[in-house]
């Protein structure tokens, strides 16, 4: 397949080199948002959603930056770009969807320091994208997200209800299960270059 | 504000020493595990990437201390990023000058610290509330704390996955090394084994091993696993 082309792209970021668990981005969410399927599929939804905006802005952003030479403003920029857009989804949500703004609660403003958004910025900048190719990009990483942590929250609702040795509580064990997913996601690196 | 300066209490040891294991920020508080697992693959760039996060760290915590008394609440998050991120690209620049090799090793890692919980949390929890030099011994302790977790997470990792340490041979060349250590699955699993050892050393100071039998059959299988 040719590295460049859009579904390779969307591929690579959603399975291959998964932005959770094979990039170890955004594991903050990955790790405090995952006890309940619901709010799990919920937060990658609007981490989607942000990933979107702020990818399509920072294409943008780093254009203007480019021409007048102002690289060294790029991380400023990507994160206050990020910070806003992040209040824009807030906004949004909180006219259109109270129901949904209260479920997310605290966490929805934690999606500024979330890693795997300013990753979507960096990568794609890094790696020279264009503009469709960035969409697809964002978009890719964002149903990883999303794929990775409901996973995640469906094998932690089947926990609760097991008998587990005390020492395994709070995150150890959740660790644990992530490194075994982790295996099995790098089955995926058959599906195409791993260093896409 | 004005709450905030009236209980200041004295600077002592514990604000500097709490950072680095009782509430170790890796270990205890789960904070920045992105450049945890991410950079770990060995214990150089584990040191690297836990000295960028240092001087980041202690910068930031400084200047909000220095300026909580000016910066308005409502924009408060906004402008700890902004500081942040400055010393961030700061870091950025001298880690590339320095060395590029190592530059190109942690990659967009050193960009990401901007989005590091642990100093961002530290900035709003710590920094916002306490004086000049206790925000700055706190935040060099929490930031020696992040370095030490670092480097447990890295030494296992190199040494089981290259049988090496900081680039020196330790195990003969028969040593079949356990790659996956090195790939991603391997930081999670280390990380998840150091947190299941410190959990059942601190049950076993308090005293309740009820657990004690099915937790070594967990650390056998999480071994079995590697």
Known sequence: MNPESLSFIFLSAFLINNFVLAMFLGLCPFVGVSAKRDTAFNMSLATTFVMFVSSTCSYGINLVLTTFDLEFLRLISYIALIASSVQLVEMVLKKFSPALFRALGIFLPLITTNCAILGVALFQTAREYDFLQSVSFSLGAGAGFGLAIVLMAGLREKLELSNLPNITQAAALSMMLAGILSLTFMGFAGLGGANA | ?226
């Open chain 2, 1 to 226: 504000m004005t709450q905030a300066t009236k209980k200041e209490t004295p600077l002592t040891l514990d604000v500097f020493t709490a950072g680095i294991w009782k509430e170790n920020p890796v270990f205890v508080m789960m904070l920045g595990l992105c450049p945890t697992l991410a950079v770990t693959n060995s214990v150089l760039n584990s040191l690297a990437m836990g000295i960028a996060s240092i001087f980041v760290l202690v910068c930031s915590n400084a200047l909000v201390s220095a300026l909580r008394h000016f910066i308005p609440k409502q924009v408060r998050i906004t402008t700890y990023i902004i500081i942040i991120a400055t010393f961030v690209t700061l870091v950025d620049y001298i880690i590339q000058a320095v060395s590029l090799d190592l530059y190109n090793k942690l990659g967009a890692f050193i960009q990401l610290i901007v989005v590091n919980c642990l100093i961002l949390g530290r900035a709003e929890a710590y920094a916002s509330k306490h004086s000049f030099t206790k925000s700055v011994v706190s935040a060099l302790g929490m930031g020696l704390g992040f370095t030490l977790a670092l480097v447990m997470l890295g030494s296992v990792r190199e040494l089981l996955g290259a049988g090496q340490l900081l680039g020196y041979q330790v195990f003969s060349t028969q040593f079949e090394p356990w790659v996956v250590m090195i790939l991603p699955p391997g930081g999670f699993i280390v990380l998840g084994s150091w947190l299941l050892l410190i959990n059942y050393l601190e049950q076993r100071k308090t005293g309740q091993l009820i657990a004690a039998d099915s937790a070594s059959q967990c650390a056998v299988k999480a071994e079995s696993f590697s």
